[in-house]
């Protein structure tokens, strides 16, 4: 909050407090001529207010409600002192929203850590056969995962599908750990500036025969040339991808970034950089190896 706002809400926090307190004590009683009169006859005292004949008494508010009035009033001067809400004085108390969401997890942390400790030395091989690792391993791939590879982990357009057996970087309990620990970066360099637009084209050609899709016989041949020089390195000569680099397989028909033709044009001549988000900073090791037991299974049971 700018300073103009915290003296503003200073200001028209103490203008109503004081104000209702001020209002409450001037009109306890309202000053009247025939008070006397009136008590004199033993009648009540009125405001000399009368409408249609109908008179308005000078009764003081009763004294449960007005003394109700000046404890929240006491209470709304004690808490401002306490608590954040007096512009941007911070309150004795030191209290912040962040401060008490952190303590939460603290305590939650503390509190399940022996839980997941269990499993954090068990071999994902066993983890898999404990329902209740796998119960818990859903529900942390709900929370972590789910929104880039999807509830069921079977994944979108550029977020790889976890629950088969294609692997970008490999599907051993060790390598599945070292991604979700790690993060992957995947670096598909741009190829249309050194290929040309029929480089990409005769090369598209290729990588559909690779998978004995229909082609053009004639770029095709081409396009082999082409792979060659600027792609086996990374995709392996026989087109099959490297699981060090995160070169997808390009002879199995499955597609991170579809595989129409426009699309897989699209792919080569502009590259691509799918990023998988490194969790150690998040997540701890025994939560890490529950997740991976529950990716491992999802790619095993189908
Ligand atoms: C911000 C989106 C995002 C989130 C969140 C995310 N991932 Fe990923 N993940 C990706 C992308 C993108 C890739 C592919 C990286 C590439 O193209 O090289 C990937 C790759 C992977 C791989 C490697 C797949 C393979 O084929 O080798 C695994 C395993 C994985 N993620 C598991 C997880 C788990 C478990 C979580 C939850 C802790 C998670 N991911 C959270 C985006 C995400
Ligand atoms: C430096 C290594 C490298 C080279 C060289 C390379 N690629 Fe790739 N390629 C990759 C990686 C890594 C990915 C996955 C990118 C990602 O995960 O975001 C990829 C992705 C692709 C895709 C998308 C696959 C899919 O499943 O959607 C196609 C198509 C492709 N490459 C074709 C080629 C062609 C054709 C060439 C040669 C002109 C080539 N690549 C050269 C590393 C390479």
């Known amino acids: ?15 109503v407090l004081g104000g209702s307190v001020w209002l409450l004590l001037a009109t306890r009683r309202i000053e009247v001529t025939d008070a006397k009169q009136a008590a004199e006859k033993g009648q009540p005292s009125t405001t000399g207010h009368s409408y249609d004949g109908i008179e308005e008494y ?41 401060g008490e969401w952190e303590r939460d ?16 030395d068990m071999p994902i091989e066993e983890i898999i056969s404990d329902p209740d690792a796998m119960k818990m391993g859903q529900r942390l791939f709900n929370n972590n995962c789910s929104v880039c590879h999807g509830s069921d982990g079977r994944g979108s357009y550029g977020f790889p599908n976890l629950a088969d057996a294609d692997w970008l970087y ?23 500036g050194a ?49 060090a680099l995160g070169a997808p397989n390009l002879t199995d028909g499955i597609w991170l970034y579809g595989g129409s033709p426009t699309l897989v044009k699209h792919s080569i001549r502009a590259g691509r950089n799918g990023n998988m988000p490194a969790q150690q900073g998040q ?11 529950y990716v491992y299974r999802l790619s095993k049971v189908q």
């Open 195 to 243: 290929i040309g637009e029929d480089g990409v084209d005769q090369v598209t050609e290729y990588v559909f025969s690779l998978s004995g899709r229909q082609h053009d016989a004639a770029k095709a041949q081409q396009g082999q040339q082409v792979y060659g020089t600027f792609c086996a390195s990374c995709h392996a000569v026989d087109g099959t991808g490297n699981t």
């Open 58 to 98: 000078d009764n003081p508010l009763p004294s449960w409600w007005f003394n109700m009035f000046m404890i929240t009033a006491i209470f709304a001067v004690i808490y401002i002192l306490l608590y954040p809400g007096f512009g941007n004085f911070k309150g004795f108390l030191g209290w912040t929203s962040a």
């Open 170 to 192: 490999g599907g051993t309990a060790e390598a599945i750990k070292a991604s979700i620990t790690h993060g992957r970066t995947g670096v598909m360099p741009a190829w249309g």
């Open 283 to 293: 997540l701890k090791s025994d939560k890490i190896n529950l997740l991976a037991a």
């Open 1 to 15: 909050m700018s300073t103009f706002w915290s003296i503003w809400v200073i200001v028209m926090t103490l203008i």
């Open 105 to 120: 997890v603290d305590r939650a942390e503390q509190r399940y850590a022996p839980v997941y400790a269990k499993y954090r």
